[in-house]
């Protein structure tokens, strides 16, 4: 298991407040997709650490049809031509990172928790405490992550048609700690 905290990525599909189960008869989790831009300046350590679960989990030869939880945001659909995801994904990767616990939630400088409903939604920037761990349960072999707690950095536009748009609204920066993501676009090389 390789720790790692994931700066000034975007939180998407948060389910933080109350657990959900993703599907009829599994365990409720607590989860958030992480959006990390393709030019982030931790993408060589978030693949290296996938890499790592991988090989700890099953050895130097990966199994066929290992599942890799990084997904390309910019995937088009071969039937329709258009994009899987809505373009708040565009130009970037995304990973989902899940939880059996409740999941701690601080804000900005004071590092307060999380009280505001408002802290829950989708569209917020934070630093993500997450862990990789590989899995091999009823067949499905994989790469996951586990999701630790989350810092609220700046305050985003809400995802998933948000009640008032906030566009409207003049962004407020939650801490100043947002780092600047940058870096070259890593190569196309398989994570495994």
Not at 155 to 172: K, Y
Request: aromatic content about 8%; proline content about 6%; overall charge negative.
């Amino acid at each position: 298991m390789t720790r790692l905290t994931l700066n000034g990525v975007r939180l998407a599909f948060c389910h933080l407040d109350q657990p959900r189960a993703a599907a009829e008869g599994a365990a409720p989790k607590y989860s958030a997709v992480l959006i990390v831009p393709k030019d982030h300046a931790q993408l060589d350590e978030l693949k290296n650490a996938i890499r790592e679960a991988a090989t700890e989990k099953f050895g130097a030869k990966k199994p066929a049809g290992l599942k890799n939880p990084m997904r390309d945001g910019d995937e088009i659909d071969a039937e329709t031509s258009e994009r899987v995801k809505g373009p708040e994904f565009a130009n970037a990767y995304y990973v989902s990172a899940t939880s059996k616990k409740p999941v701690e939630i601080i804000v900005g400088k004071s590092k307060a928790p999380a009280s505001d409903p408002d802290h829950y939604r989708s569209g917020h920037y934070a630093s993500v405490k997450v862990a990789t761990f590989g899995y091999d349960v009823s067949g499905s072999k994989g790469v996951a992550l586990g999701l630790n707690s989350i810092w609220l950095t700046k305050r985003g536009e809400p995802l998933g048609g948000a009640a008032e748009p906030w566009a409207e609204v003049e962004a407020e920066d939650f801490s100043g700690v947002l780092q600047k993501v940058a870096g070259q676009a890593p190569s196309d090389d398989d994570i495994f």
